[in-house]
């Protein structure tokens, strides 16, 4: 079992961003010590583990391993886009060392057969650490009870709603169903928030007006703010008559920020999400990009984009998640009508948060206002291991699983490579701010300088309180 220590770091949590040392012990985090003025943090660290490995840092920042609650990794069913192997490793490589994949799969992940087998395929295949969600649908509503009931549902993270139909199509749309499914309190409620209704309305006003030659720029318009807007407050009226925990997946507009602020107040059981996607492009990028940034929902105004960043500094958006969604570039390179909508991001989404934090977007830009370091360390695992009831993960805290990230951000480098399976990003050519220099996965040295160390896979499956 290796034992190292981490000195001369900048350690983040949600609560402090100090100078600080922090050691290893086999999987676990052994020692944290935050600079005094009379005695350094790194010679009382040196003093109790005189055997351990030391890394100066210099400086770097020193947080815990990103957890992703939010990934389509295409196992089963459309493995030729990405899969569970591959696209876990490009989570390591971008500093993510816990994830939790999304159930829209072939077939979806609505039983316990098929949420048994997505376990089996991750087991010794996962570069990081793994749960799944359990989809929901209009006719599982008691089977989900059931599992519940049994050992309080610990087989799986949240309960996945789409209100709006994407990517495998899992739409429910029966009031009764998604009345039934709010009113679970054991489990955390994740929804994509688009009302398909209206999406379909301007889906057809867009096939009017230009045929099947509907421009890319068009997306924010068929699923468009009012079709988030209208989806949200349903949810958050839904939450707050039954005292749900929901979490609203992919927020978008400036709208819904606010509306989700106001519930917030009346109900904390209610908490949110955004992707660096959103926080880094805008409506304005669609000409440039194209199918390339297609997602649901779909990326909005500058100015949603600058009131997702308020909302992120304010704590109104508590966590990010990649939506790390692949597809073929040939999918993408279609006509809009035949584009699959979804971004592959994961390799890339707290370098682009960083990059964010310091005020830039996707043209190169300062864009303020600037991020804190301690709402980023928040939003990238501490709240995400606390919605779940992840264990002994999430934070730098001694005794917790020594799952940790270094980031330099000071070392801005134009992406040029990709080890997703679909070989591409939006953000190939993109100068971003920061840099992954090392990652910890269960106390192991998994990542440095941007190369895997680990020859084989080695991710646990993660366990929540209730286990």
Not at 127 to 155: C, K, P, R, S
Not at 189 to 215: S, Y
Not at 218 to 235: D, F, Q
Not at 241 to 267: D, F, S
Request: charged share 25%.
């Amino acid at each position: 079992m290796s034992r190292y220590l981490l000195t001369n770091a900048f350690l983040v949590t949600g609560t402090y961003a100090k100078p600080g040392a922090l050691a290893v012990d086999g999987e676990r985090i052994a020692g944290i010590w935050l600079r005094r003025e009379t005695e350094t943090d790194d010679a009382r660290a040196e003093a109790e583990f005189p055997d351990a490995r030391i890394f100066d840092l210099d400086g770097m920042m020193l947080l815990a391993g990103g957890i992703d609650l939010h990934t389509h990794f295409r196992e089963p069913g459309m493995t030729e886009k990405g899969d569970l192997f591959t696209e876990s490793r490009a989570a390591l490589l971008g500093g993510i060392t816990s994830i939790f994949d999304m159930p829209n799969n072939k077939p979806p992940t609505v039983t316990l057969e098929a949420l048994k087998d997505k376990q089996v395929r991750a087991e010794g295949r996962s570069w990081v650490n793994y749960g799944f969600h359990l989809g929901a649908t209009n006719d599982n509503v008691g089977l989900i009870q059931e599992l519940l009931a049994l050992n309080g549902g610990a087989d799986f993270g949240g309960i996945k709603v789409f209100m709006g139909s994407s990517t495998g199509n899992m739409l429910v749309d029966r009031d009764a169903a998604l009345r039934d499914l709010f009113r679970i309190r054991e489990k955390v409620i994740l929804i994509h928030n688009e009302d398909e209704g209206v999406i379909k309305a301007n889906l057809a006003e867009a096939k009017a007006r230009w045929g099947e030659e509907v421009p890319f720029p068009a997306h924010p318009l068929i699923r468009s703010r009012e079709a988030c807007i209208r989806s949200t407050k349903k949810a958050l009226e839904m939450a707050l008559e039954y005292g749900t925990r929901l979490h609203i997946l992919h927020v978008t507009t400036e709208e819904e920020i606010e509306m989700i602020a106001a519930a917030k107040r009346r109900h904390p059981g209610i908490t949110t999400e955004t992707s660096a996607n959103y926080l880094w492009f805008s409506d304005a990028d669609y000409d440039k990009f194209g199918g390339k940034i297609k997602c649901n929902p779909a990326i909005k105004s500058a100015a949603d984009r600058a009131a997702l960043r308020r909302g992120f500094i304010d704590g109104t958006l508590d966590t990010l998640g990649s939506d790390h969604a692949p597809h073929l570039l040939t999918e993408k390179q279609r006509p809009y009508l035949s584009c699959p909508s979804g971004i592959p991001s994961i390799q890339h989404s707290l370098p682009v948060l960083m990059s964010v934090a310091e005020g830039w977007n996707a043209s190169g830009r300062e864009d303020a206002p600037v991020i804190p370091p301690q709402r980023i360390a928040s939003a990238i695992s501490e709240k995400a291991a606390e919605l779940l009831g992840i264990k002994d993960r999430g934070s730098l805290k001694v005794g917790n699983f020594a799952d940790l990230v270094v980031i330099d951000p000071r070392s801005g480098e134009q992406v040029s490579s990709v080890v997703n399976k679909c070989g591409w990003s939006p953000y190939m050519g993109a100068t971003l701010r920061a840099k992954i220099k090392m990652v910890f996965l269960n106390g192991k040295l998994a990542v440095r300088d941007g190369k895997a160390l680990e020859e084989a896979p080695s991710g646990q499956r993660l366990r929540l309180s209730k286990e």
